[in-house]
């Protein structure tokens, strides 16, 4: 029997808007583990170019191995936080971890100001993402705020992820 209040909570947004951070501080208040998706699609991506037309097929496959993953954690009991910036098929994605999960399903999209994603990505000690990418990942999630609800959208900007943490959610 699975506890009443496992969740699956999808953390999405551009590189630099502080998933990673948040995530684990779901997993080390919350309990929840981590499954992060951009280590998984890099199977897929070593090179990266996730975004790139022709890999869209292989894009699927790494989606449809990351929802099987949260499945496997769900069914063991687990509530799963998924750390990914997703790169593409955004709603698909969202609509199959909806059918999959249902009412026990969160997603937030953390959202800073394009100039606070810059800065965050210069300031990186692991991969940075640059200016043009970032702002081409922007436009990309903010084209999805009507189909998703601008209620998923956070902004982050002038917070700490420790911030943003207690200011939005609760275990």
């Known amino acids: 029997?699975?506890?009443?209040n496992q969740k699956v909570l999808i953390l999405t947004g551009?590189?630099?808007?502080?998933?990673?951070?948040?995530?684990?501080?779901?997993?080390?208040?919350?309990?929840?583990?981590?499954?992060?998706?951009?280590?998984?699609?890099?199977?897929?991506?070593?090179?990266?170019?996730?975004?790139f037309p022709e890999n869209s097929k292989k894009l699927r496959e790494a989606h449809n191995k990351i929802l099987k993953q949260t499945k496997d954690m769900f069914d063991n009991g687990k509530s799963v936080v998924v750390d990914y910036i997703i790169f593409g098929h955004y709603l698909d994605f969202?609509?199959?971890?909806?059918?999959?999960?249902?009412?026990?399903?969160?997603?937030?999209?953390?959202?800073?100001?394009?100039?606070?994603?810059?800065?965050r990505d210069k300031e990186?000690?692991?991969w940075t993402t640059g200016a043009e990418r970032i702002n081409t990942v922007r436009k990309e999630?903010?084209?999805l705020r009507n189909?998703?609800?601008?209620?998923?959208?956070?902004?982050?900007s002038g917070q700490t992820a420790k911030e943003t943490f207690e200011k939005?959610?609760?275990c």
Do not use: H
């Not at 029997?1 to 009443?4: A, E, L, N, S």
């Not at 971890?97 to 994603?117: A, H, M, T, V, Y």
């Not at 189909?147 to 982050?156: A, Q």
């Open 141 to 143: 999630f903010n084209n």
């Open 168 to 170: 939005y959610f609760k």
């Open 147 to 156: 189909k998703v609800g601008s209620e998923k959208f956070i902004d982050t």
């Open 94 to 119: 969202f609509e199959q971890f909806g059918k999959e999960f249902g009412n026990n399903l969160d997603i937030r999209i953390l959202f800073p100001s394009q100039e606070e994603l810059v800065t």
């Open 124 to 126: 990186r000690n692991c």
């Open 1 to 4: 029997m699975k506890p009443k």
């Open 14 to 51: 551009p590189g630099g808007s502080g998933k990673t951070t948040i995530a684990n501080l779901f997993v080390k208040k919350c309990g929840f583990v981590l499954l992060d998706g951009d280590n998984v699609d890099t199977e897929f991506f070593s090179k990266g170019e996730q975004w």
